[in-house]
T-cell receptor
Framework: DAGITQSPRHKVTETGTPVTLRCHQTENHRYMYWYRQDPGHGLRLIHYSYGVKDTDKGEVSDGYSVSRSKTEDFLLTLESATSSQTSVYFC?????????????FGPGTRLLVL | QKEVEQDPGPLSVPEGAIVSLNCTYSNSAFQYFMWYRQYSRKGPELLMYTYSSGNKEDGRFTAQVDKSSKYISLFIRDSQPSDSATYLCAMEAAGNKLTFGGGTRVLVKP
């Protein structure tokens, strides 16, 4: 398995509270991604990073922010959680050396916003 | 209309049968094509990837890409109960951003 961990693995929170999810990798890969997975929508890209302090938006970035201060950590913050952000969140990493097409996924974080 | 379409299933087959999965897409700029397998309550794991058109085989798995028809397929031979999972197709045009299908749930019955 690729060395990716996500924390927390499960979280219940209330509408309006900020939430931060963490992705940690031990592979020293350059690219890191945050996705959400919902029934009927598959995996959708929220934000991604192509290096330390280099990030960009995906297709569903509204209400989310990210930060990457170290190669190994990529944080996803829900600034003010809403019920529509109840989802399963996956982090992925991609090795530069192997080419762009191979992304490896973490185990996911299940988030419930009440 | 979604860029990548995939039948959600479930697709139920007896053990030993061939599983046939497919995705259609609309963006002709897609160049890289991938199949991921996802077990319940786990992250997706990469099964196969191909560049441009053609076939690729890896053990019991064969991936096919037909860019002229904007159609990709995954075949699983001699299916096993352990192949029961959701299979996601994914595609990339450029820039390391993948577009996923919604996934097909497969059940292989002993």
């Amino acid at each position: 398995d690729a060395g990716i961990t996500q924390s927390p693995r499960h979280k219940v929170t209330e509408t309006g509270t900020p939430v931060t999810l963490r992705c940690h990798q031990t592979e020293n890969h350059r690219y890191m991604y945050w996705y959400r997975q919902d029934p009927g929508h598959g995996l959708r890209l929220i934000h991604y990073s192509y290096g330390v302090k280099d990030t960009d938006k995906g297709e569903v970035s509204d209400g989310y922010s990210v930060s990457r201060s170290k190669t190994e950590d990529f944080l996803l913050t829900l600034e003010s959680a809403t019920s529509s952000q109840t989802s399963v969140y996956f982090c992925a990493i991609a090795p530069v050396a192997k080419g762009k097409e191979t992304q490896y996924f973490g185990p996911g974080t299940r988030l419930l916003v009440l | 209309q979604k860029e990548v379409e995939q039948d959600p299933g479930p697709l139920s087959v007896p053990e030993g049968a061939i599983v046939s999965l497919n995705c259609t897409y609309s963006n002709s700029a897609f160049q890289y094509f991938m199949w991921y397998r996802q077990y319940s309550r786990k992250g997706p794991e990469l099964l196969m990837y191909t560049y441009s058109s053609g076939n690729k085989e890896d053990g019991r798995f064969t991936a096919q890409v037909d860019k002229s028809s904007k159609y990709i397929s995954l075949f699983i031979r001699d299916s096993q109960p352990s192949d029961s999972a959701t299979y996601l197709c994914a595609m990339e045009a450029a820039g390391n951003k993948l577009t996923f299908g919604g996934g097909t749930r497969v059940l292989v019955k002993p």
